[in-house]
T-cell receptor, first 111, second 115 residues
Framework: GQNIDQPTEMTATEGAIVQINCTYQ??????LFWYQQHAGEAPTFLSY????GLEEKGRFSSFLSRSKGYSYLLLKELQMKDSASYLC????????????FGPGTRLSVLP | EPEVTQTPSHQVTQMGQEVILRCVPI?????FYWYRQILGQKVEFLVS????????KSEIFDDQFSVERPDGSNFTLKIRSTKLEDSAMYFC?????????????FGPGTRLLVL
């Protein structure tokens, strides 16, 4: 089966750095994606990893360790607008090319 | 910037009625998907569609569901006889291909409420 875990909620302060972890157990692995979802809106693509290591994209970075089944999303210089849910999604070989989503982490950024 | 669009944004229906949710994928994309998200729960895959046929479907996508690409731009999800538990946000997504790095772009969703 497919299992993806994320912390349910996190809180951080404006201007700070926050790390959102994701662990996965899937049969086959073909990439890990991070999406941002504001309440009542569609998920929007943030980043993608298929090889081990860190991918940096402005204030957002994502890290992957395939041997550990682990990824994290790092958000720097937090802004109030970063308050949202962050979804970890895995594309697994034996699930076609479709995404298995984690439960999402609701991040609240406080002033 | 091209985007996926969906109509209607909200749909209220009576249990047992048929609903059709509509999506217009990004124009040069070839792969189309439907996902649903029950309030407070995770996004769940329903079905993927390529070359005018279903490529993958989940266990959620039973005989009550069907998809169609009736013309060159629209992609629809039909629920034949809605149940209370079908109440959810339904997201359409599309991708250019299915290579490893291809991401899926999501529409704004249709919020379906079954009474």
């Amino acid at each position: 089966g497919q299992n993806i875990d994320q912390p349910t909620e996190m809180t951080a302060t404006e201007g700070a750095i926050v790390q959102i972890n994701c662990t996965y157990q899937t049969s086959g692995f073909n990439g890990l994606f991070w999406y941002q979802q504001h309440a009542g809106e569609a998920p929007t693509f943030l980043s993608y990893n298929v090889l081990d290591g860190l991918e940096e994209k402005g204030r957002f970075s994502s890290f992957l360790s395939r041997s550990k089944g682990y990824s994290y999303l790092l958000l720097k210089e937090l802004q109030m607008k970063d308050s949202a849910s962050y979804l970890c999604a895995v594309r697994a070989h034996n699930y076609g090319q479709n995404f298995v989503f984690g439960p999402g982490t609701r991040l609240s950024v406080l002033p | 910037e091209p985007e996926v669009t969906q109509t209607p944004s909200h749909q209220v229906t009576q249990m047992g009625q048929e609903v059709i949710l509509r999506c217009v994928p990004i124009s040069n994309h070839l792969y189309f998907y439907w996902y649903r998200q029950i309030l407070g729960q995770k996004v769940e895959f329903l079905v993927s569609f390529y070359n005018n046929e279903i490529s993958e479907k989940s266990e959620i996508f039973d005989d009550q569901f069907s998809v169609e690409r009736p013309d060159g731009s629209n992609f629809t999800l039909k629920i034949r006889s809605t149940k209370l538990e079908d109440s959810a946000m339904y997201f359409c997504a599309s991708s250019e291909g299915t290579a490893t790095q291809e991401t899926q772009y999501f529409g704004p969703g249709t919020r379906l409420l079954v009474l």
